[in-house]
């Protein structure tokens, strides 16, 4: 059975602090692995990785995939109180029939001023 | 907003009602996925529709049956169902991968939350 594991399960940090958000996994198949970020709605894409080492970054967002070692992280720098989410990690599987998605069960991130 | 619409936003019904769930995208995606995800707890994959066919059913009940009338909308019809389906379900869509080398995120509506009286 595929597995993703996110620690920590939450997080309070004070603007301007620096988190980084941790994503393991046992999966068959892999294709990629994906972050995103979820307020009240939908969850909205920040990142897809598909190969180890390359650090993909937008604005104070990066992330990076090690799949030797099976994990990914998150960090964000500078943090402010518009990135308080539930942060999700999610690995995208090949199937017989398809791709799919196995989420691990976020990070809630709580930002104060 | 997202690029992916779902209607309604929210929807309370008896366990006697049959009702729709709807979704549409114009991004021209060929996959098309329907998730639940109950309170304080990650999406969970529901069915998997490729080039309007279904394509993958995560052992839902048939009190959820999806239907893909074409490549921009999608489904979920609702029937005699159970308190603990209250949740939110999402819609998303994506480039269908069948395969090819190329990579493209899932991207999701909004949601419908759903409650079962």
């Known amino acids: 059975e595929d597995k993703v594991v996110q620690s920590p399960l939450s997080l309070v940090v004070h603007e301007g602090d620096t988190v980084t958000l941790n994503c393991s996994y046992e999966v068959t198949n892999f294709r990629s692995l994906l972050w995103y970020k979820q307020e009240k709605k939908a969850p909205t894409f920040l990142f897809m990785l598909?190969?180890?080492?390359i650090e993909k970054k937008s604005g104070r967002l990066s992330s990076i995939l090690d799949k030797k070692e099976l994990f990914s992280i998150l960090n964000i720098t500078a943090t402010q109180t518009g990135d308080s989410a539930v942060y999700l990690c999610?690995?995208?599987?090949?199937?017989?029939?398809?791709?799919?998605?196995?989420f691990g069960g976020g990070t809630r991130l709580m930002v104060k001023p | 907003d997202t690029e992916v619409t779902q209607t309604p936003k929210h929807l309370v019904m008896g366990m006697t009602n049959k009702k729709s769930l709807k979704c549409e995208q114009h991004?021209?995606?060929?996959?098309m996925y329907w998730y639940k995800q109950k309170a304080k707890k990650p999406p969970e994959l529901m069915f998997v529709?490729?080039?309007?066919?279904?394509?993958i059913n995560e052992s839902v009940p048939s009190r959820f049956s999806p239907e893909c009338p074409n490549s921009s909308l999608l489904n979920l019809h609702l029937h005699a169902l159970q308190p603990e389906d209250s949740a939110l379900y999402l819609c998303?869509?994506?480039?269908?991968?069948?395969?090819?080398?190329?990579?493209?995120?899932?991207?999701f509506g909004d949601g419908t939350r759903l409650s079962i009286l």
């Open positions: 999610a690995v995208e599987t090949q199937g017989h029939a398809g791709n799919m998605l196995t």
């Open positions: 998303a869509s994506s480039q269908d991968r069948g395969g090819r080398s190329f990579n493209q995120p899932q991207h």
């Open positions: 991004m021209g995606h060929r996959a």
């Open positions: 598909t190969s180890s080492g």
């Open positions: 529709y490729s080039y309007e066919k279904l394509s």
